[in-house]
T-cell receptor
């Protein structure tokens, strides 16, 4: 089945550091990738939609200068949390959507980001 | 407003019993309804999905029942096992432009199956 690889799985770093998270579709081409944030015991909150070769579309309230998204190829999207602070600590999850009509989203295993 | 309401928030079922999770939606433009299973520290995994042209879909012990007129759908887990203990999310999607198919998630149900 479709596999989405997310790396790293866990990051612990100091406040002020920028952190890059990678999301790769391993066996299909993903024209669209999504980035979510999930707080403990809560549902997934969509942060942005990333289409290959174009600028990401951010949801209301998500700072695009804080969360930089790049989708340079059909198999890779990256999320960079710039100058991370403790309030950015969360579980970040990506998903990828194939090119066929109404295909399901396949999710990565998430990145646990902890900012000290 | 795009919303999917999920209940119950938590559910405890004995091994071998039936687990039932319900979802309701408002937007009739939704045309795809997946259920995801999430274990702690992992991303959601697609469990089963249905489209509005059918009223029921079964895959193994998992069944989705869909009521288009009531705008409701539910997940039934037959013969529930301790390994089914996880958080379950219902979702709904439609083409939101440029073929992006954004998912709208319910708030999740934490299922605990006790021996």
């Amino acid at each position: 089945g479709a596999v989405v690889s997310q790396h790293p799985s866990r990051v612990i770093c100091k406040s002020g550091t920028s952190v890059k998270i990678e999301c790769r579709s391993l066996d299909f081409q993903a024209t669209t990738m999504f980035w979510y944030r999930q707080f403990p015991k809560q549902s997934l909150m969509l942060m942005a939609t990333s289409n290959e070769g174009s600028k990401a579309t951010y949801e209301q309230g998500v700072e695009k200068d804080k969360f930089l998204i790049n989708h340079a190829s059909l198999t890779l999207s990256t999320l960079t949390v710039t100058s991370a602070h403790p309030e950015d600590s969360s579980f970040y999850i990506c998903s990828a959507l194939g090119q066929a009509y109404n295909q399901p989203q396949h999710f990565g295993d998430g990145t646990r980001l902890s900012i000290l | 407003q795009q919303q999917v309401k999920q209940s119950p928030q938590s559910l405890i079922v004995q091994k071998g019993g039936i687990s039932i999770i319900n979802c309701a939606y408002e937007n009739t433009a939704f045309d795809y309804f997946p259920w995801y299973q999430q274990f702690p520290g992992k991303g959601p995994a697609l469990l089963i999905a249905i489209r509005p042209d059918v009223s029921e879909k079964k895959e193994g012990r998992f069944t989705i029942s869909f009521n288009k007129s009531a705008k409701q759908f539910s997940l039934h887990i037959m013969d529930s096992q301790p390994g089914d203990s996880a958080t379950y999310f219902c979702a709904a999607s439609m083409d939101s432009g440029a073929g992006s198919y954004q998912l709208t998630f319910g708030k999740g149900t934490k299922l605990s199956v006790i021996p």
